[in-house]
């Protein structure tokens, strides 16, 4: 099956002032159809400029696009520009990392969804201004049946509401509604529980989980909890500093990390019976990158070779690490004890 | 332990009015509603609920930013709030707030130097060399090299920002450190750095801390007994072990099992927990959490006292597997 997302080797900067920015260097990244995909790094490695590049969105004229190439169910989302306008909305769906300010507080809630549904329903023609009222009925059912979908009680008299009459939870499920109505392909979550308490990050990454797998969409969700992703996947991604450090499929990525990086960030977790260790060091900034593998000056494994080579992506059938010494199942009992 | 707590709340109430057209009060939103609490010295106490539940206000009305609306705070067996007591000029050195960021907390335009002078400047009569013998000791306390001290905020590292801010915090020698969500934001390795450096603090200067958290998995490596705060009141407390193994009030039950465990099964396939809790500002009657609760019985319309460490009519029964759960 082809993928529907393929991230191949990019690497882009930004101008500053003070030169230019590597943020993304080398990355890989493919999504399925179907299949929901955890993007995990911290904060700076370049996840949300990753969303963007995908998203077809990063800013004009700051952005410098090096080398590799985001290609998203067969568009290129880098250089078409109007092809890329199509798509964004309709074929791939953002769903963002802060519902409290997402919303014009101005404007009722059902006015907001419905100026989406205007351009970005499934049942627009193309190229058509005319909204005929009776796909304005067709889309309006569309709408309460998704509000109840993501579990929203009385969509009707919601969609009367003002976002601040709406608690973070209600406005998060209204976002993944709004997300899913254009029927897309894919989803690109950036971090939408970061900002919500547990019992509500519980009941929205169910709610998605149950929805993208219902009906068959694809599902990129950024984070920097391990255990929302966790929660929600059937694989990560890890990236450090701009690079790809590991691809694998959630089980073994979770039980056995090849990437040294994946390791330490799996033992800095806060758990009963240890103390987090915690990685010594800091990320690096993008204006002066290390050469070679970006993680080598924080990395017990790290030798000459890893300064001046950077590592590619290898491993055996799904489990992919970007890295010269990767920690294998063989060696793991050795290095544990 | 000694028998004496070193902070105590009797019946702590914070309560704020609603204002409505010309400023008429229309309501009250309970922020606090009789929170009875004893924290012992050297121990660490986590204080955690969902946003919204009073945990902030509770840490602000222990340190006198908020007036208590009634009930009491004893610091050292002495009373320092509320029922009209003024507060004790030398309690804000031995008691001290952290905020989420305390490298925020520093002046741009002064040396770090200077920041950690003035707390000092302020609270002691120290002579000018006894002050810096003292900063010299706490930086090199914290881990932060003493060349650092000419050195403006914007030219060190977010981390060593944060140990500035911590060394001006424990400069005079606090007794008791509340901790107001002093992890969120950040990311786990960092996370971990900065707790190691919370537990090292502690053992060095013998300090007491109030750990306001909403992350569970940091209250339970970090905390020796933990309380569990819903919409004002503290629903259950007890030692960190015995809550995180056995949690025997339904709302305590919901929120660990919220938690996502890795290498657990998904906690999201089967959650049973709906809603958000209710405004603060229109109370259910009874126990607060009956609105949401699955066992919620005609004996939930009276509210249940903190007995036991549980405050809940049905705890017993529920333990015990005797109540079937109610059709969902």
């Given amino acids: ?337 | 332990m000694p028998d004496r707590p070193l902070l105590e709340l009797q019946g702590l109430k914070r309560h704020f009015p609603v204002r409505g057209l010309f400023n008429r009060r229309v309501g009250t939103l309970r922020a606090l509603d009789g929170v009875d609490l004893a924290v012992a010295p050297g121990e660490v106490l986590g204080i955690v609920g969902e946003s919204g539940c009073g945990k902030s206000t509770l840490g602000k009305t222990i340190m006198g930013i908020h007036a208590p609306s009634d009930g009491a705070v004893l610091f050292d067996g002495a009373q320092v709030a509320g029922g009209g007591v003024r507060r004790p000029d030398g309690l804000r050195a031995q008691l001290q707030y952290v905020y989420q960021d305390p490298g925020a907390s520093l002046d741009p335009s002064w040396t770090l130097r200077r920041s950690l002078h003035e707390p000092l400047v302020i609270h002691t009569k120290l002579r000018r060399a006894e002050r810096e013998a003292r900063i010299q000791e706490i930086v090199a306390a914290v881990g932060l090299p003493a060349a650092h001290l000419d050195l403006y905020p914007h030219e060190i590292s977010g981390g060593q920002q944060r140990r500035v801010g911590l060394a001006r915090i424990l400069v005079l020698g606090p007794k008791l450190v509340i901790l107001d969500e002093p992890t969120s934001g950040l990311d786990v390795s960092v996370q971990a750095a900065v707790l190691a450096l919370f537990r090292e603090l502690r053992q060095a200067f013998g300090l007491t801390y109030l750990f306001i958290s909403h992350d569970l998995a940091v209250v339970r490596s970090m905390c020796h007994r933990v309380a569990v705060m819903y919409l004002g009141r503290v629903v259950e407390i007890g030692p960190v072990a015995e809550i995180f193994a056995r949690p025997r009030h339904p709302y305590t039950q919901a929120l660990l099992s919220a938690a996502p465990r890795i290498g657990g099964p998904r906690v999201t396939e089967n959650f049973a927990l709906q809603g958000e809790p209710p405004d603060p500002s229109q109370m259910p009657e009874g126990c607060r959490f009956s609105v949401r609760c699955r066992w919620a019985a005609p004996q939930c319309k009276v509210e249940p006292a903190l007995e036991d460490g549980v405050a809940c009519w049905r705890w017993r029964e529920l333990a015990a597997g005797l109540v079937p759960a109610a059709a969902e």
Wanted: glycine share 8%; proline share 8%.
């Fill in chain 1, 1 to 337: 099956m082809a993928d529907i997302l393929t991230v191949e080797n990019l690497a882009l900067g930004f101008r500053t002032e003070g030169g230019l920015a590597r943020v993304l260097d080398c990355v890989n990244l493919t999504v399925r159809p179907g299949e929901i995909v955890s993007l995990v790094g911290e904060s700076g490695c370049g996840k949300s400029t990753l969303a963007s590049a995908i998203l077809g969105t990063l800013p004009r004229g700051l952005a410098v696009v090096g080398q590799g190439s985001v290609t998203l169910d067969g568009a290129d989302m880098l250089r078409a520009g109007a092809a890329a306008g199509k798509v964004r909305g309709r074929t791939v769906t953002f769903v963002p990392q802060d519902p409290f300010a997402s919303f014009n507080p101005l404007f009722r809630v059902g006015t907001q969804i419905m100026d989406l549904m205007r351009w970005k329903s499934p049942r627009r023609r193309e190229g058509s201004w005319f909204y005929s009222p009776r796909r304005r009925r067709a889309d309006r059912e569309a709408v309460i049946a998704m509000l109840e979908a993501v579990q929203l009680p009385q969509p009707a008299r919601l969609l009367q509401k003002y976002p601040h009459e709406l608690s973070g939870g209600q406005r998060q499920r209204l976002m993944i509604a709004m997300a899913l109505l254009p029927e897309p392909r894919l989803i690109i979550a950036d971090e939408p529980t970061t900002a919500l308490d547990v019992t509500v990050q519980a009941q929205i990454l169910g709610v998605l989980r149950r929805l993208a797998v219902q009906r068959g969409v694809a599902v990129l969700f950024t984070t920097h909890d391990l255990g929302a992703a966790w929660e929600i996947c059937d694989r990560v991604t890890v990236m450090y500093a701009g690079q790809t450090a590991e691809i694998a499929p959630r089980d073994s990525f979770f039980t056995a990390p090849h990437h040294p990086y994946t390791r330490l960030l799996l033992r800095s977790l806060p758990e009963e019976g240890r103390d987090p260790v915690g990685i010594p060091g800091s990320v690096p900034s993008p204006l002066s990158p290390p050469l070679g593998c970006r993680f080598h000056p924080r990395c017990p494994r790290a030798d000459a070779r890893c300064q001046a080579e950077r590592p590619v992506l290898r491993g055996e059938a799904d489990h992919l690490a970007a890295c010269h010494h990767p920690v294998l199942a063989a060696q793991e009992a050795r290095l544990d004890a």
